[in-house]
């Protein structure tokens, strides 16, 4: 070992010495919070976004800011389970893109829950089984997840968080020969949104040959079981069932994401950079919806998103799901939404939480 290279190690242990001590002093830190707030609320998003935004802000690198985030993410996990234990519900099993928005959201020093179906996530938060629940509500490629939108027009819980999650499919096997496979095993939206490289790399495989399963994880547990058989999934389903990755990222659109919302029961507070989901319904009659969309020009607010979806209690009736930049605090958006009170037959505030 050169001398040059001692030295650096040496300073390297310095710093992670010091390291040490600060984590664990921050950890001190949390749990006298913890002492302090007793039986309040132990999870703040606004105050956690502050904070990733924060060392974002000040990262002078060369970390990446996502990795500090990361980082920073599970620093904040292990001093808030110090405080206090957390469940987080999310749609099963292990190793589904819903465990890893969690994850990405709450960190690792979680209790999670795998759920069934998006109904059984609700219901986990609704009964107190889990203090939060983590569910898709809509893809950059194949649209809205409609039964979450339903179970938010009907749910008394509030949105307090999203989770932007980059989507990358992998296509694996138990054995890395694709000319033994003859058959795939994945969730509809998966095939879907890997149909062109399907038809390209395996044109041989007849779509017949490929079976829907309820979740990616579960098609990686069936194809661990069948040397003829692969499975589109993520790489996390594919480290959890012991299965060797034939092909990596084979989605159609590089940049194909699933936003996932975060359900509990708390009222979050602005966090300087937030979004606002909302529901509502239009009378039926000429320019009803311009006339309800008129209040959010008025006082400048920017609608991100705008989702129709039947009602459910009515012939040709529809609600429509809207995004909006800002919290409902801030006094532009308070005005605009008491005036859209008065002028929606139907109006619900599903929660403001900060944005990704």
Known sequence: MTEQLKQLRDEIDKIDGEILKLVNKRAEYAQQIGIIKKSD???????EAQILSRVRQDNPGPLEDTRIAQLFTEIMSVCRALEKSMTVAFLGPQ????????IKRFGNAITTLPCDSIDAVFRSVESDNAGYGVVPVENSTEGAVGRTLDLLLQTSLTVCGEIQLPVH????????????????????????????????????????AYINTSSNADAARLAARDEHAAAIASKRAADLYGLAICAENIEDDSKNTTRFLVLGTQEVEPSGKDKTSL???????????????????EHNVSMSRLESRPSRTSLWQYVFFVDIEGHQKDKNISRALEELTKKATFLKILGSYPAT
């Open 279 to 297: 529901v509502m319904s239009a009378g039926n009659y000429a320019g009803a919806i311009h006339k309800l969309l008129t209040p959010f020009s």
């Open 95 to 102: 190793g589904t893109f819903s465990e890893e928005a969690a």
């Open 169 to 208: 499919q992998s296509l694996m096997a138990s054995q890395p020969d694709l000319t033994k496979i003859d058959k795939i095993f994945s969730h509809p939206q998966s095939f879907a949104q890997c149909h062109h490289w399907l038809q390209t790399n395996l044109s041989g495989i007849s779509s017949t």
């Open 41 to 47: 609320t132990i999870y703040r998003p606004e105050r």
